[in-house]
């Protein structure tokens, strides 16, 4: 338990160094709606997730129709199936926290997770449980925060987020190098390149993970007997 | 506040509904029943390519019509790769790419 703290708060501090700025900015602006740090200690730990929480102000200045938020939040939010996917059999086998953990698993706990290497006994249900939970705490705690004191952060945080990128760049570089093919990597930057050139940056995600998944299908006869292979051995 | 208290509940537990139903839903479709081989694989190989998704998600908006619009991301990315190809740290890794992508933006573009 000790020692999945020690390695959860390790490997969770690039996602609180790029939630900090996302965090505060949204407690900012929330504050400056009207929807002081009791709204954000709300929304932030039941909603749990940056780029709706982002949209949501827009809900709450225009006064959304309910169901232009359902239909919103569900395209925006379409990419959590496949994170659900991933680690379906692994969530499922630790009983009723399979609930907690899918909720938690935004796309900076999926890399964290998708970081952990499989063959490491020491990381088990009580690792992913508080790498998450840690995740969900830094990004409630800088909202509030934001909402509280934002106006007496002075430092210049411009471009600090690009911690999220580089946290993506660094998992995706390990998993290459563990995988038994770098095609699944190949097939989703086609899709991502193709979608982005054809649909533009503002709707390519989901058409993106879409056409990705049906290359993977596609590329069964060549990735299949690889994955036999690695889980025999 | 711009609404009223209750239409702000109300957009708030509609998002909450939803983004819910979504976290659950393969864990909801498969309660209890047995995962489909082809879904094994897939999800498998999941995490190489999402990820490969999320990087191209958070460059996204560059553009190639100035230096400034993609020169900062590009050079930070490779920064990041190579600082973590050299040292395998993950976390110097991404405080350095981090380091170099907003000097790059606040100093030199």
Redesign the interface.
């Known amino acids: 338990m000790k020692k999945a703290l020690r390695f959860s708060l390790?490997?969770s501090?690039?996602v609180a160094?790029g939630y900090f700025p996302l965090g505060v900015a949204w407690g900012i602006l929330m504050q400056q709606?009207?929807?002081g740090a009791p709204?954000c200690l709300?929304?932030s730990s039941?909603?749990f997730?940056g780029s709706?929480q982002y949209l949501?102000l827009e809900?709450?200045?225009?006064?959304?129709a309910?169901s232009t938020?359902?239909v919103t939040?569900?395209l925006l939010?379409?990419?959590?199936?496949?994170?659900?996917?991933?680690?379906?059999?692994k969530?499922?086998s630790y009983g009723k926290w399979?609930?907690l953990l899918?909720?938690l698993?935004v796309?900076e706990a999926?890399?964290l997770f998708?970081?952990f290497d499989p063959k490491d006994e020491d990381i088990g249900k009580s690792t992913y449980l508080i790498t998450g939970l840690l995740g969900w705490f830094y990004w409630t705690a800088f909202t509030v925060l934001g909402a509280l004191a934002g106006r007496l952060i002075t430092f210049?945080t411009?471009?600090?987020d690009?911690?999220?990128?580089?946290?993506?760049?660094?998992?995706?570089?390990?998993?290459?190098q563990s995988?038994p093919s770098?095609l699944?990597?190949v097939?989703?930057?086609a899709?991502?390149?193709g979608c982005?050139a054809l649909i533009g940056?503002d709707g390519?995600?989901l058409p993106?993970?879409l056409l990705?998944?049906a290359g993977?299908?596609l590329a069964?006869p060549v990735?299949?007997p690889l994955?036999a292979q690695k889980e025999a051995s | 506040m711009p609404i009223s208290v209750t239409h702000s509940l109300l957009i708030i537990a509609v998002t909450v509904l939803c983004s819910l139903a979504e976290r659950w839903l393969p864990f909801l479709v498969f309660h209890g029943r047995e995962i489909p081989p082809l879904l094994r694989y897939v999800g498998a190989f999941l995490p190489m390519a999402v990820m490969t998704t999320l990087v191209f998600y958070c460059v996204r908006g560059i553009s190639f019509s100035a230096a400034a619009e993609w020169a900062p991301q590009v050079i930070a990315v490779a920064a990041t790769a190579a600082l973590h190809l050299w040292r395998r740290n993950m976390l110097l890794s991404i405080l350095g790419g981090t380091a170099c992508y907003m000097l790059l933006v606040q100093v030199v573009f």
Do not use: K, N
């Open positions: 390790r490997r501090i690039p160094i709606m009207g929807y709204w709300l929304v039941t909603v997730g709706i949501m809900f709450f200045a225009a006064g959304a309910l938020v359902a939040v569900l939010g379409s990419r959590q199936i496949f994170y659900g996917l991933t680690f379906l059999e969530f499922r399979q609930w899918s909720f698993l796309d999926y890399s998708c970081g210049d411009t471009g600090i690009f911690a999220m990128t580089a946290l993506f760049v660094v998992i995706l570089i390990e998993r290459l995988g770098c699944p990597a097939i989703a930057a899709s991502s390149v982005l940056p390519f995600l993106s993970l990705t998944v993977l299908v069964r990735l299949g994955l």
